[in-house]
């Protein structure tokens, strides 16, 4: 069973930065895609941002060049650089298990999630 722990969300003017971790069980990051989602209320889910095993990265066009993602030990960090009020939302770390290079992260259903670190972002 894979668990996943986020922490670092909170609270920032526009144009400031958080970093977001997630604490992943033991190998986890080595055999699994990681991602992370946010969901800000009203709206769906967004996928923000992937890495796979082999630490190739991916991101949605709303943060490309803002976000950076990557995985460390059993950790999963993303650091949120010029933040805007539309980052606001509730990020959600999840991994799911690695099929190989047909199946690339960013296209993947996740099956295991974090409890979500909230995200304010105030103009």
């Known amino acids: 069973q894979v668990q996943l722990v986020e922490s670092g969300g909170g609270a920032v003017q526009s144009g400031g930065s958080l970093r977001l971790s997630c604490a992943a069980s033991?190998?986890?990051?080595?055999?699994?895609?990681m991602a992370w989602f946010r969901q800000a209320p009203g709206k769906e889910r967004e996928r923000v941002a992937t890495?796979?095993?082999?630490?190739i990265t991916w991101y949605a066009d709303s943060v490309k060049g803002r976000f950076t993602s990557s995985s460390e030990m059993n950790t999963v960090n993303l650091q949120m650089n010029s933040l805007k009020s539309e980052d606001t939302g509730m990020y959600f770390c999840?991994?799911?298990?690695?099929?190989?290079?047909?199946?690339?992260?960013?296209?993947?259903?996740?099956?295991?999630w974090g409890q979500g670190a909230q995200v304010t972002v105030s103009s």
């Open positions: 999840a991994a799911t298990s690695y099929r190989g290079a047909g199946y690339p992260c960013w296209a993947s259903e996740y099956r295991y």
């Open positions: 033991t190998d986890t990051i080595y055999r699994h895609c």
């Open positions: 890495i796979s095993p082999a630490r």
